[in-house]
C-alpha cells in the first residue's frame, strides 16, 4: 500500500518490515520519531534507556542472542555510543544490528554540527544515507541483510530535513527471519588483546569487500542527463540537485556512503566534462575523489557549514534562481523561550537575582540562558554541568564555591550526570548541584525516562529516586523545592551555597504541558494598580507583555502559576478570584 509517510515512521517501517525484534535508542532531535514509531508495533520490543552507550549494548546483546536489533540516538549521541560501537566492529554480529544516527546540520536543536561519516569510517562501519521516506524503510531492510552477510553493525544516517519530510512510501509485510543460535565463541565476542588483535584483520578485509559490494549494489546509482555538468551527491543534497537541474546534469547518487567506491566514481567522471560533490558539512566524498585524482568542484564553491537549498545550489551552479521573498524579511524573530508557567523559570530567575555563576547542560533549561534570565554560563554536552563544576570550585576554591551551580534536567543527570555527582562525592569538592525535575523528558518532545515510573509505552516501570539514589552516593545535603515558590528557592539556594559540604537541590514541578497538569486560570491585570516597574518582565514569560504602560496577561496561554505575583509590589497581577 502507498502512503504519504515522514522519513522517521518510513524508518521505523522498516524495521517491522525486517523482521527487528528489539529496540533500544535515547531520544534527540531529529531522531526521536523513529522509536517512537516503532514502539507502536507490537511484535517489536522497544524501551528508551538512560543513555546511547547503554542503548547500543542493549541493542549489541540482543543482536549476539540473535534476534535483529536496533539503536537510534542523534549525531552528538553517537559520540556517547562511540565506545562499544568501535569494538562491536571488530566483533561484528549474530543477527542483524541497525543504528540510526541523525544528523542536524544547520543546529536546529544542537550544540554543534559534527558530520558522523567521520564516525563510520574511522570505526570501519558500512553506512547507508537515504535520500527519501522511501529509501528509509527500503534502506532500513537493507541493512539488516548487510549486516548479516557481512558480519557487522550497520549505520544509517539520517538527516533532519529526511527525518522531518514526507514522501510517498510503498509499504509490505513484515517477514521475521529464524531466531539465529548463539554460540559460544571467545575468539569472536570477547575483545581481550589476544583476541582483538585478530579480528583488526578481519575487519579490514570486511572493508575490501564491501568496498567491492559498493561499486555495483542497488544503493548506488547513475542517472545520465546532460554529460557538461557532473554530480556526485548523497542524502537531501541529491533532492537538491534533482529540483535544481532536473535532466540539464548527469548525477551519481550514492547511497552507501561508507566505503565509498572507486570504479563506479571514475567512470562517471569519465563521462561528464566537470565534475562537482555536493555534499553538506564535510567535504568527505570530495576527498576520496581528489584521492582518486580527479579535478573537482565542491567546498571551494559550497560552504562547510548550515543546510544547502536548491535555490542556493542552482545559485552557486549559475542556474536562474527563482525570484521570492525570503522569509525573515516578512516575520518577526521567534526565538525559543520557555513555556509559561514553565517550572525552570522561577528556579532560573532566583540564580539571577543573587548572580550566580551556572554551569548549564543540555535540555529545555538551557533556554535560561537567553534574556532576561541570562542565568547560564557554560553549555557543553550531556552531564558536563556536574563534572565541570567540580573542575570549576577545584581551580578557584572559596572563590567560587559560594556563588557557583551546576544545573541538569532529570533525565539528563540520569543519561551522564551521576558518573560526575560520584566524582564530587568522591573527591569532596564544595559544589552545590541543581536537578531540574519536571518529570520528563521535555526538549524531545515529552519521552519518559527512568526518574518517571513510566516506559516508553507509558506502563508502570521502575522509577528512580533521585534524592535517596543522591544520598547513597555520598551526598549528605540534598534538599527538595517548588521553583513556583520563589522565596523557598531563594531561601534553600543561600542555605546550601554557604555550606561547607557538596550538596544537591532538587528544584522538583512537573513539565506545564503534561497533559495531566491541572492548570489554574490565568491571570489578569489590575490596571489601576500596575505602576510600570517592569518587574513581571524580568521573567520572560511569553504570557506576559507590556503595551501603553501597563502589563498585558495573554489568557490564551497564562496557566496561573503565579510567580510573576510575586515580583509584583502593586497587586497589578491577580487572580480570578480576586476580580
Not at 506576559?544 to 496561554?557: C, E, I, Q, R
Amino acid at each position: 500500500m502507498k502512503q504519504l509517510m515522514l522519513g522517521n515512521k518510513a524508518f521505523a517501517r522498516g524495521l517491522y518490515e525486517a523482521g527487528c525484534c528489539v529496540v533500544s535508542s535515547y531520544p534527540g532531535t531529529p531522531s526521536t520519531e523513529v522509536t517512537e514509531e516503532a514502539a507502536r508495533f507490537d511484535e517489536i520490543y522497544c524501551e528508551w534507556a538512560p543513555n546511547e552507550k547503554v542503548a547500543l549494548e542493549v541493542a549489541f546483546g540482543a543482536s549476539l542472542a540473535g534476534k535483529r536489533s536496533f539503536c537510534g540516538m542523534k549525531h552528538v549521541g553517537l559520540n556517547v555510543a562511540t565506545d562499544p560501537l568501535f569494538t562491536a566492529s571488530y566483533t561484528g554480529v549474530n543477527a542483524g544490528l541497525v543504528i540510526c544516527v541523525a544528523d542536524d546540520a544547520g543546529m536546529h536543536s544542537s550544540q554543534n554540527e559534527q558530520d558522523s561519516r567521520h564516525h563510520a569510517i574511522a570505526s570501519k562501519i558500512p553506512m547507508l544515507e537515504p535520500a527519501d521516506s522511501a529509501e528509509a524503510l527500503q534502506f532500513a531492510k537493507l541493512a539488516f541483510e548487510m549486516s548479516e552477510s557481512f558480519d557487522t553493525p550497520v549505520i544509517i544516517k539520517m538527516c533532519t530535513r529526511i527525518a522531518h519530510s514526507r514522501s510517498v512510501v510503498e509499504t509490505g509485510p513484515r517477514i521475521e527471519p529464524p531466531v539465529r543460535t548463539y554460540e559460544k565463541n571467545a575468539a569472536k565476542y570477547v575483545m581481550m588483546p589476544g583476541y582483538a588483535i585478530k579480528r583488526h584483520p578481519v575487519v579490514e578485509e570486511r572493508t575490501r569487500r564491501l568496498t567491492a559490494y559498493a561499486e555495483t549494489c542497488e544503493l548506488n546509482r547513475v542517472e545520465m542527463g546532460d554529460t557538461s555538468l557532473g554530480i556526485v551527491t548523497s542524502s537531501t543534497c541529491y533532492q537538491y540537485a534533482k529540483e535544481a537541474f532536473g535532466e540539464q546534469a548527469s548525477i551519481l547518487k550514492l547511497g552507501m556512503i561508507n566505503p565509498l567506491p572507486q570504479k563506479l566514481i571514475l567512470d562517471f567522471a569519465s563521462k561528464v566534462d566537470k565534475l562537482v560533490i555536493l555534499e553538506e558539512l564535510d567535504p568527505i566524498i570530495e576527498n576520496h575523489c581528489k584521492m582518486l585524482g580527479l579535478e573537482v568542484t565542491g567546498k571551494d564553491l559550497f560552504p562547510m557549514e548550515g543546510e544547502y537549498s536548491q535555490n542556493m545550489v542552482a545559485e552557486k551552479l549559475g542556474l536562474k534562481c527563482p525570484q521570492g521573498q525570503a522569509l525573515a524579511e516578512t516575520l518577526p524573530a521567534r526565538p525559543p523561550v520557555m513555556c509559561a508557567g514553565c517550572p525552570h523559570r522561577g528556579l532560573f530567575y532566583t540564580l539571577s537575582k543573587n548572580k550566580c555563576t551556572v554551569l548549564g547542560d543540555i535540555g529545555c533549561y538551557t533556554l535560561g540562558a537567553s534574556a532576561p534570565l541570562s542565568s547560564i554560563d557554560m553549555t557543553l554536552c550531556m552531564g558536563a554541568s556536574v563534572s565541570a563544576i567540580h573542575g570549576f570550585n577545584k581551580a578557584l576554591g572559596e572563590e567560587s564555591e559560594k556563588k557557583t551551580v551546576a544545573v541538569i534536567g532529570d533525565s539528563t543527570f540520569v543519561h551522564s550526570g551521576m558518573t560526575g555527582l560520584a566524582n564530587i562525592a568522591y573527591n569532596q569538592s564544595n559544589s552545590t548541584v541543581i536537578i531540574l525535575d519536571n518529570s520528563i523528558t521535555g526538549m524531545t518532545g515529552h519521552q519518559q525516562n527512568p526518574t518517571t515510573g513510566y516506559n516508553i509505552k507509558g506502563d508502570p516501570a521502575g522509577k528512580i529516586d533521585l534524592e535517596a539514589l543522591c544520598k547513597a552516593m555520598g551526598i549528605e545535603r540534598v534538599r527538595v523545592v517548588d521553583p513556583y515558590d520563589l522565596s523557598e528557592c531563594d531561601r534553600v539556594l543561600k542555605e546550601e551555597l554557604a555550606a561547607d559540604a557538596p550538596s544537591v537541590i532538587i528544584s522538583r514541578r512537573p513539565c506545564a504541558l503534561l497533559k495531566y497538569v491541572k492548570h489554574k486560570k490565568p491571570l489578569r491585570v489590575a490596571a489601576e494598580n500596575c505602576k510600570g516597574c517592569k518587574a513581571c518582565m524580568r521573567l520572560g514569560c511569553p504570557a506576559l507583555s507590556f503595551k501603553d504602560g501597563k502589563a498585558m496577561v495573554d489568557a490564551t496561554s497564562c496557566v496561573g502559576c503565579g510567580v510573576c505575583q510575586q515580583l509584583c509590589r502593586f497587586d497589578a497581577l491577580q487572580t480570578q478570584e480576586e476580580t
